[in-house]
């Protein structure tokens, strides 16, 4: 068996297009809590904490499909307490991308940031 054949195949990252057509949409699923930033992601696909994500992402009016590499950092199973919407947490990753687009979510909701409305996030 060659060194290659032994070798677990590397997992490629789950791809998720993701268009968020209002403000109020972009501030229940933005973190700002989180480093580099992240989105929560209605999906009733199954992930583990740690999985790789690819992101498309749309936000309001910008026909640019923003790409985003990142992480899961949290689950939220079906069922979960309060009605909360199913889904995972996406923490944008460190890289140029990641941070072009927290600074465009963080324009976006300025003056938002830190309300008491509720969000998807915690």
């Not at 809590?33 to 740690?50: D, E, S």
């Amino acid at each position: 068996m060659n060194e290659s054949a032994r070798r677990p195949m590397a997992t490629r990252p789950s791809v998720l297009s993701l268009n968020i057509s209002s403000k109020s949409a972009l501030y229940a699923a933005y973190m700002p809590f989180i480093k580099n930033g992240g989105l929560f992601v209605p999906t009733a696909r199954t992930y583990k904490l740690g999985d790789e994500i690819f992101m498309i992402l749309q936000i309001m009016d910008d026909s640019t499909k923003h790409p985003v590499a990142g992480t899961v950092a949290w689950i939220t199973p079906a069922g979960a307490q309060g009605n909360k919407t199913q889904g995972i947490g996406v923490q944008f990753g460190g890289d140029e991308a990641g941070q072009v687009l927290r600074n465009q979510i963080e324009h976006i909701l300025a003056g938002h940031l830190g309300s008491s409305r509720p969000t998807h996030t915690i």
